[in-house]
């Protein structure tokens, strides 16, 4: 089993950051695809980013590169979300998801979720 705890939302002003973190525990974190998803109310769940275990390789939503940048340190089994020049259209409920085989955009195929975190972008 993987746990997975998101932090580093809040409220801030169109065209702030904020970094996200997702501290993961249980088995070989470094094994795992970790991804973010993020889910505005009345909307579906929706591929942010992702990193694999290999290499690191990423990759983005299409609207969202250039803004967002994943990444993530092994060492301390966690994983960041760097969100930068933030619109208020980015208001949603992030989670982190991870699996061991899977490293693609669709939600459905993660095994793993953390319980998400707000973040709020006023205008």
């Known amino acids: 089993q993987v746990q997975l705890v998101e932090s580093g939302g809040g409220l801030v002003q169109a065209g702030g950051s904020l970094r996200l973190s997702c501290a993961a525990s249980?088995?070989?974190?470094?094994?795992?695809?970790m991804a973010w998803f993020r889910q505005a109310p009345g909307e579906e769940r929706e591929f942010v980013a992702v990193?694999?275990?290999?290499?690191?390789?990423?990759n983005y939503a299409d609207s969202l590169k250039g803004r967002f940048t994943i990444s993530r340190d092994n060492a301390k089994n966690t994983v960041y979300l760097q969100m930068n020049s933030l619109k208020p259209e980015d208001t949603a409920v992030y989670y982190c998801?991870?699996?061991?085989?899977?490293?693609?955009?669709?939600?459905?195929?993660?095994?793993?979720w953390g319980q998400g975190t707000q973040v709020t972008v006023s205008s």
């Open positions: 249980g088995r070989i974190f470094s094994r795992y695809a």
């Open positions: 990193i694999r275990w290999s290499g690191g390789s990423t």
């Open positions: 998801a991870a699996d061991p085989t899977y490293s693609g955009n669709r939600s459905r195929m993660y095994n793993y």
